[in-house]
């Protein structure tokens, strides 16, 4: 079983919807979670951490579930500009080498 | 404005040849990573350091190595390249403390 894992899409949605990922991961010992945003053929890019309390960029609501191990994004109003694929990250610690990835949500938000 | 490169960004070789690829980060960032992303597999982390002098393998290191002689650069090195080892290559950086990543754009690998 992977560490993390994500529904691996694709989300196909009209402009302005709202869509939701969810994303668990395995090992209780994961202190620090994050959202990535990978567009095609380039480089992940972090979107936003994950705080304990939910919180809010613009558009986009990250919201952590420590007791049943899973993270969501939130996009409303979902724009064209949106398409890519979601990262779900989760951490042990400082130090990088215990940052896990998940292999991705794709999205792609149609006109 | 800092930012991290990576070279080459294409490239293709035959099993068997020792392939470096390079990177490298002007945000004086102590820690560098390299990941390899292979479809369905996300990133996987193949090598890390956290300064000059110090390496450390990851997930998948087998088969690569990485030398770090000062703060900026990171290379690669594939030593016997394997068709297995055909993927898109990311180095990252980051600062100590900080769990955020930077990502270079990627060296996408071709082995025949």
């Known amino acids: 079983r992977k560490e993390v894992e994500q529904d691996p899409g694709p989300f196909n949605v009209p402009e302005g919807a709202t869509v939701a990922f969810n994303c668990t991961y395995s090992?209780?010992?994961?202190?620090?979670f994050f959202w990535y945003r990978q567009d095609c053929r380039k480089e992940p890019k972090l979107l936003m951490s994950?705080?304990?309390s939910g919180n809010e960029d613009g558009r986009f609501t990250a919201q952590l579930n420590r007791a049943s191990q899973y993270i969501s994004l939130l996009i409303r109003d979902s724009k064209l500009s949106d398409s890519a694929t979601y990262l779900c990250?989760?951490?042990?610690?400082?130090?990088?080498?215990?940052?896990?990835f998940g292999a991705g949500t794709r999205l792609f938000v149609k006109a | 404005d800092a930012e991290i490169t990576q070279s080459p960004r294409h490239k293709i070789t035959e099993t068997g040849r020792q392939v470096t690829l390079a990177c490298h980060q002007t945000?004086?960032?102590?820690?560098m990573f390299w990941y390899r992303q292979d479809l369905g597999h996300g990133l996987r982390l193949i090598h890390y350091?956290?300064?000059?002098?110090?390496?450390n393998k990851g997930e998948v290191s087998d088969g690569y190595s990485v030398s770090r002689s000062n703060t900026e650069d990171l290379p690669l090195t594939l030593e016997s390249a394997a068709s297995s080892q055909t993927s898109v290559y990311f180095c990252?950086?980051?600062?100590?403390?900080?769990?955020?990543?930077?990502f270079g754009p990627g060296t996408r690998l071709l082995v025949l």
């Open positions: 350091s956290y300064g000059v002098q110090d390496t």
């Open positions: 994950v705080y304990s």
């Open positions: 990250v989760s951490s042990r610690g400082t130090g990088g080498f215990k940052t896990i």
């Open positions: 945000w004086n960032h102590n820690n």
């Open positions: 990252a950086s980051s600062e100590p403390g900080e769990e955020t990543q930077y």
């Open positions: 090992n209780s010992a994961s202190q620090s």
